[in-house]
């Protein structure tokens, strides 16, 4: 592939929820791109349509127009069996750390299963989910162990190695700390850093916090209501975003200093006012 090349591209994608005669349209027109080994955060507020996106991607929801390349090839509308064996260069890490993980097996069985599936033998299975425990900063000896034994950290860590267990170029991170506290929520990013780093894998990061993807993405793309509103520089979105939307989500996000707290809190009220007074002249 060219240097050049975006590794992934969504096109003009749009997605309907509903039936065909009431259809409900959740994504208009997007499209977005992420290189080999970025990091791009996609900010949004409950039901902008970001996770939407997200799951376009995975083919998780149907596209009902428009396009999305991975590696130059189109894989908007893969078969079951394509979409299977494209598992090994697109993953996923979802929200829930505790939902994620089937509580059933062993750490060991969760992490193999992927590699079962793509055909790996026991023996280098074994090797492949202990070096992916390793990376995880758990020892191997956790294979033996069940979910409800780790903490909600661990967990999340665990499933950042499921993901990573095959290799893939691309992980899609769907709100994956936000059901973490403050401190547990550092750890991870910084595992997320340290991973893209070590590997070049790329990651499209879906979150509604602004303080976090300031942290780890490198390019930040703002939805608002099924549109990308504001694409640009992670810094600069996450710190002097453009659009009014943008900057009430900046303006939301919670600061530990309480003076600054409450002009932040001020600053949102007035923003807030001022798009409802945009709207009802509209």
Same mark, same amino acid.
């Given at each position: ?25 959740? @994504? ?28 376009? !991607?995975?083919? @998780? ?13 189109? !894989? ?9 064996? &494209? ?19 062993? !750490? ?51 499933? !950042? ?27 991870? &990013? ?93």
């Amino acid at each position: 592939m060219n240097a050049q090349t975006p590794l992934l591209t969504a096109e003009n994608v749009v997605v309907d929820y509903g039936t065909r005669r009431h259809p409900n349209r959740v @994504l208009h027109e997007v499209s977005l791109e992420v290189g080999d080994g970025e990091c791009v955060g996609l900010v949004g507020e409950s039901g902008s349509g970001k996770s939407t996106l997200g799951k376009a !991607i995975l083919g @998780l929801v149907p596209v009902a127009s428009g396009k999305i390349t991975f590696d130059g090839r189109d !894989i908007t509308h893969l078969k079951r069996r394509e979409r299977r064996e &494209l598992a090994k260069d697109i993953q996923v890490v979802f929200q829930d750390p505790y939902g994620s993980l089937n509580p059933m097996m062993t !750490i060991g069985e969760i992490l193999a299963e992927p590699l079962a599936t793509a055909g790996v033998g026991r023996a280098k299975a074994r090797r492949t989910v202990n070096e992916m425990l390793e990376r995880v900063n758990l020892p191997a000896s956790v294979s033996d162990r069940f979910p409800s034994e780790f903490s909600g950290g661990q967990r999340q860590r665990i499933a !950042i190695a499921r993901a990573l267990v095959r290799r893939p170029r691309l992980i899609i991170c769907d709100e994956p700390v936000s059901a973490l506290d403050l401190t547990t929520q550092a750890t991870v &990013l910084e595992l997320l850093i340290d991973l893209q780093r070590d590997t070049g894998v790329s990651y499209l990061f879906v979150s509604h916090d602004l303080g976090v993807v300031r942290r780890i993405c490198h390019r930040v793309a703002v939805m608002y209501r099924g549109n990308l509103v504001e694409v640009g520089d992670g810094e600069q979105v996450t710190r002097d975003p453009q659009h009014p939307y943008s900057q009430r989500l900046l303006a939301a996000s919670p600061v530990a200093d309480p003076a600054q707290q409450a002009e932040r809190r001020a600053e949102w009220l007035a923003l807030r006012a001022a798009h409802a007074r945009d709207s009802a002249a509209a």
